[in-house]
Nanobody
Framework: QLQASGGGLVQTGGSLTLSCRAS????????MAWFRQAPGREREFVAA????????VYPLSVKGRFTISRDNTNDTVYLQMDSLKPEDTAVYYC???????????????????WGKGTQVTVSS
């Protein structure tokens, strides 16, 4: 199971940190990812982190503003979001699959387990 939290309302330029707590499986060996979905749009890849060596993967749309990290002691992955823009407004989801490679689950069709989303709203 995956439980995401930390969403909220923030002004343009502000910051938020999302958390996703995993349970029920060995956490540290699997890649984890964050996606987002705005109304009327497809689910979009935001960040992923490899199992074992925690190498991050980002799309250009968030690179330099978002930082993904993981705490294997607490089975939690984080998404630190800085310099937020109104276009970052969406429901954010965490996901994982039976792979150690974050780049593999950058495709949402490859994600096997999803958590419930958390709403992020950036006001202009």
């Amino acid at each position: 199971q995956l439980q995401a939290s930390g969403g909220g309302l923030v002004q343009t330029g502000g910051s938020l940190t999302l958390s996703c707590r995993a349970s029920g499986r060995t956490f540290n060996i699997y890649a984890m990812a964050w996606f987002r979905q705005a109304p009327g749009r497809e689910r979009e890849f935001v960040a992923a982190i490899d199992g074992y060596d925690s190498s991050p993967v980002y799309p250009l749309s968030v690179k330099g503003r978002f930082t993904i990290s993981r705490d294997n002691t607490n089975d939690t992955v984080y998404l630190q979001m800085d310099s937020l823009k109104p276009e970052d407004t969406a429901v954010y989801y965490c996901g994982t699959a039976e792979t150690r490679y974050g780049s593999f689950i950058a495709d949402y069709n490859k994600v096997f387990y999803w958590g419930k989303g958390t709403q992020v709203t950036v006001s202009s």
